[in-house]
């Protein structure tokens, strides 16, 4: 087995470390799992949709914060050190969503 194919990551792999870290998926179809992530009740949620279906994980991110162009991240988890870089990124898209809604409460 190359350090490649050990390095990579399988979809219930990325599934499981996201579960630890932002709990269980609020919906499921299948093998895709949807989170809408906020910080708190007020705040825009950061939706995440992973396709489960492929023998690596699909990530789309939807930012409410982001222009619409640009709102959309999509990558595909293909090393390890890929899901704490992405969880890290969604936790810092979550904090600037409530920080945006704090905004427009004002």
């Not at 988890?77 to 899901?83: D, K, L, P």
């Amino acid at each position: 087995m190359s350090s490649e194919t050990a390095d990579k990551p399988t979809a219930q792999e990325v599934h499981a470390r996201f579960c630890e870290a932002f709990g269980p998926p609020h919906q499921t179809l299948g093998k895709d799992f949807h989170w809408a992530l906020r910080d708190s009740e007020a705040a825009l949620p950061v939706n995440v949709l992973m396709n489960g279906t492929m023998e690596t994980a699909a990530l789309w991110i939807f930012d409410p914060v982001k222009d619409p162009v640009l709102a959309v991240y999509r990558t595909f988890i293909t090393h390890a050190s890929q899901i704490d870089e992405t969880i890290k990124d969604i936790r810092h898209r979550m904090k600037r969503a409530e920080q945006k809604s704090s905004e427009a409460d004002r």
